[in-house]
């Protein structure tokens, strides 16, 4: 059997199968460690959601990413146009493991894909750039639903599909000289902000049952020793597959 095949076949186990490989591979693991991933299942979002467009600094792309998973965003969605996404190992410090990475990378009309796969997903698409119509940070309203937010390039910007799209524009107050902040630092601020806003706030911003279980599972694989190999001969014999 496949083994990429039967592991993309585990996200489309009824509720009961996958708790129990749940169960399965937690006898596996160490109470701090399962401590630990209770703990980020319940702070984890998909409320709100980060897009790089065309990127080519591996070190900004990878601290984005470890900043998404210190503040408990699950998705990091980046569009490859001209640039090829690369993780800086040094300064991603792991978090790949914990961050979801959906990647546009065909070869015409990433943006345009990114932009059509959030909306249908019911997400707002906001444009974190300069414009007529836009609001500051501290202002923006969460209640008004869900939230993909758009970095573009340090040189360029976002793209003018992205900014034609766009659903609405914020910018991050500043009081100085220099026209933008580091596209890391943006991230940062944005996601510090909105992610203790959430918080703070009645909405219901956390994963459902099913999305903690299934997110439970796949920590847990990437937790235990062979894990992937343990789950795999657990489901062979579950559903009586030789």
């Given at each position: 059997m496949n083994t990429s095949f039967f592991l993309f076949q585990i996200f489309k186990m009824e509720k009961d199968l996958l708790l129990k490989s749940v169960r399965f591979l937690e006898q596996f693991a160490t109470d701090n460690r399962l401590e630990l991933i209770n703990t980020n299942l319940n702070n984890r979002t998909r409320y709100i959601t980060i897009v790089l467009e065309n990127i080519f600094q591996p070190q900004n792309a990878s601290a984005v990413m470890r900043s998404c998973d210190c503040f408990g965003i699950q998705d990091l969605h980046v569009i490859e146009n001209s640039n090829t996404y690369q993780l800086n190992p040094e300064v991603v410090m792991g978090s790949s493991k914990w961050v979801d990475l959906h990647q546009y990378n065909k070869k015409e009309e990433n943006s345009v894909d990114a932009i059509l796969d959030l909306k249908q997903k019911g997400y707002r698409i906001v444009a974190t750039s300069p414009h007529v119509n836009d609001v500051l940070l501290p202002d923006f309203d969460l209640k008004k639903g869900k939230a993909a937010f758009f970095f573009g390039t340090e040189l360029t910007g976002l793209s003018d599909i992205v900014l034609e799209h766009a659903d609405e524009?914020?910018?991050?107050?500043?009081?100085?000289?220099?026209?933008?902040?580091?596209?890391?630092?943006?991230?940062?601020?944005?996601?510090?902000?909105?992610?203790?806003?959430?918080?703070?706030?009645?909405?219901s911003w956390q994963l459902n049952e099913i999305e903690k279980l299934e997110l439970k599972l796949d920590w847990l694989k990437k937790s235990v020793r062979k894990g992937d190999k343990m789950l795999i001969e657990y489901l062979k014999k579950e559903q009586n597959i030789h």
């Amino acid at each position: 059997m496949n083994t990429s095949f039967f592991l993309f076949q585990i996200f489309k186990m009824e509720k009961d199968l996958l708790l129990k490989s749940v169960r399965f591979l937690e006898q596996f693991a160490t109470d701090n460690r399962l401590e630990l991933i209770n703990t980020n299942l319940n702070n984890r979002t998909r409320y709100i959601t980060i897009v790089l467009e065309n990127i080519f600094q591996p070190q900004n792309a990878s601290a984005v990413m470890r900043s998404c998973d210190c503040f408990g965003i699950q998705d990091l969605h980046v569009i490859e146009n001209s640039n090829t996404y690369q993780l800086n190992p040094e300064v991603v410090m792991g978090s790949s493991k914990w961050v979801d990475l959906h990647q546009y990378n065909k070869k015409e009309e990433n943006s345009v894909d990114a932009i059509l796969d959030l909306k249908q997903k019911g997400y707002r698409i906001v444009a974190t750039s300069p414009h007529v119509n836009d609001v500051l940070l501290p202002d923006f309203d969460l209640k008004k639903g869900k939230a993909a937010f758009f970095f573009g390039t340090e040189l360029t910007g976002l793209s003018d599909i992205v900014l034609e799209h766009a659903d609405e524009f914020v910018k991050i107050p500043m009081y100085g000289f220099t026209e933008s902040f580091n596209i890391s630092v943006s991230a940062a601020l944005v996601l510090s902000h909105l992610a203790n806003e959430l918080r703070r706030s009645e909405l219901s911003w956390q994963l459902n049952e099913i999305e903690k279980l299934e997110l439970k599972l796949d920590w847990l694989k990437k937790s235990v020793r062979k894990g992937d190999k343990m789950l795999i001969e657990y489901l062979k014999k579950e559903q009586n597959i030789h």
